[in-house]
Nanobody
Framework: QVQLVESGGGSVRAGGSLRLSCVASGYMHSSYSMGWFRQAPGKEREGVAC????????YYADSVKGRFTISQDNAKNTVYLQMNSLEPEDTAMYYC????????????????????WGQGTQVTVSS
């Protein structure tokens, strides 16, 4: 089982930046996907971005494409989400998740496929 802990959330003004981190511990399969999700009160959970083993395959939601970047540092067992040009609509609780996959897919796995989740980190963007 993989344990995940997010950090880096906070309150920023519109146009600002934040970098979220997700540190993994416990057994990690050699082939996997790491994803970032977010959920605001009264809204459905939304997939933000995901990355597959090796870091060469990434996908982004249209709402964040061009503004957010997902990356990983295997030496630190950490996945990052760099968020630039933040907007009030980005306000949400952000979660990271992991799932074992045999190979990279042509898109992010759906949320229900991820079986390890972090506790979340709050991001608040004011206008």
């Amino acid at each position: 089982q993989v344990q995940l802990v997010e950090s880096g959330g906070g309150s920023v003004r519109a146009g600002g930046s934040l970098r979220l981190s997700c540190v993994a511990s416990g057994y990690m399969h050699s082939s996997y996907s790491m994803g970032w999700f977010r959920q605001a009160p009264g809204k459905e959970r939304e997939g933000v971005a995901c990355i597959y083993t090796g870091g060469s395959t990434t996908y982004y939601a249209d709402s964040v494409k061009g503004r957010f970047t997902i990356s990983q540092d295997n030496a630190k067992n950490t996945v990052y989400l760099q968020m630039n040009s933040l907007e009030p609509e980005d306000t949400a609780m952000y979660y990271c998740a992991s799932v074992r996959v045999p190979w990279a897919w042509s898109s992010c796995p759906p949320a229900e496929k991820y079986n390890s989740w972090g506790q979340g980190t709050q991001v608040t963007v004011s206008s």
